[in-house]
């Protein structure tokens, strides 16, 4: 069983930066690929980012690209996803998922895994 705890949530304003991190229990690190997804209020959860296991790969979703960057620390077993230029609708609980896989899944049906969210709230 894989234990994932989220942190680094809170309030920004539109145009500012957080960095999310999350981190694993899993000793075989590696073998995970990663992903992050939120869920704004009266939506579905949706795709973020997701890296491979030895962070070789990396997919965003088109409302992120260029804004977002997923990473990932082997030696900390942590995962990270660096968030700038927020906007108002980036505003949502964002959770990190991890599968044992060498590609990079997209969907959260692929992920076995879950953490408990971090409110990101980006006022306008």
């Known amino acids: 069983q894989v234990q994932l705890v989220e942190s680094g949530g809170g309030l920004v304003q539109a145009g500012g930066s957080l960095r999310l991190s999350c981190t694993a229990s899993?000793?075989?690190?590696?073998?995970?690929?990663m992903g992050w997804f939120r869920q704004a209020p009266g939506k579905e959860r949706e795709f973020v980012a997701a890296i491979s296991g030895y962070g070789g790969h990396t997919s965003y979703a088109d409302s992120v690209k260029g804004r977002f960057t997923i990473s990932r620390d082997s030696a900390k077993n942590t995962v990270y996803l660096q968030m700038n230029s927020l906007k108002p609708e980036d505003r949502a609980v964002y959770y990190c998922a991890a599968r044992a896989s060498t590609v990079v899944p997209t969907t959260e049906y692929e992920y076995d895994y879950w953490g408990q969210g971090t409110q990101v709230t980006v006022s306008s």
């Open positions: 899993e000793r075989t690190f590696s073998n995970y690929a």
